[in-house]
Nanobody, 124 residues
Framework: QVQLVESGGGLVQAGGSLRLSCAAS????????MGWFRQAPGKGREFVAG????????YYTDSAKGRFAISRDNAKNTVYLQMNSLKPEDTAVYYC?????????????????WGQGTQVTVSS
C-alpha cells in the first residue's frame, strides 16, 4: 500500500510558477513509477508528466513540455512537479499517482494509487 499526499497548489497569475509536491508513505516508494495528472472542471483526468522509479526517464504531455519538470527524491519519498510559465488553461486539480509497472503510463487506470489532489488556479 502507498498513500500519497499532494501539496503546493494555489492561486497564481499567468506567467507565474508553482512547485507541487507529493509525499508518499511506505518503504517501497522507490519501486514505483510516478505520474502527475490533472482534471479541469467538466473534463476528464489527463496525464501531465511521469517519471521512472529511478528518475532516469521522464515523459511529458505536449502542453507540459518546456514548461513543467517532474523529479523525485527517493530518499524523501517525494515526487515534485515544477510548473513554470503557467497559463489559465493549466487551471485544474492536480493529482499524483503511483504505478507498480516499470513503464511510464499515460492512462489513468494503469495507476494503482492516487492522492487526494491539490487545486491549481491560474488567473489571467
Amino acid at each position: 500500500q502507498v498513500q500519497l499526499v499532494e501539496s503546493g497548489g494555489g492561486l497564481v497569475q499567468a506567467g507565474g510558477s508553482l512547485r507541487l509536491s507529493c509525499a508518499a508513505s511506505g518503504r517501497t516508494f522507490s519501486s514505483y513509477t510516478m505520474g502527475w495528472f490533472r482534471q479541469a472542471p467538466g473534463k476528464g483526468r489527463e496525464f501531465v508528466a511521469g517519471i521512472s522509479w529511478s528518475g532516469g526517464s521522464t515523459y511529458y504531455t505536449d502542453s507540459a513540455k518546456g514548461r513543467f519538470a517532474i523529479s523525485r527524491d527517493n530518499a524523501k519519498n517525494t515526487v515534485y512537479l515544477q510548473m513554470n510559465s503557467l497559463k489559465p488553461e493549466d487551471t485544474a486539480v492536480y493529482y499524483c499517482a503511483a504505478d507498480r509497472h516499470w513503464h511510464i503510463a499515460t492512462i489513468s487506470n494503469e495507476y494503482d494509487y492516487w492522492g487526494q489532489g491539490t487545486q491549481v488556479t491560474v488567473s489571467s
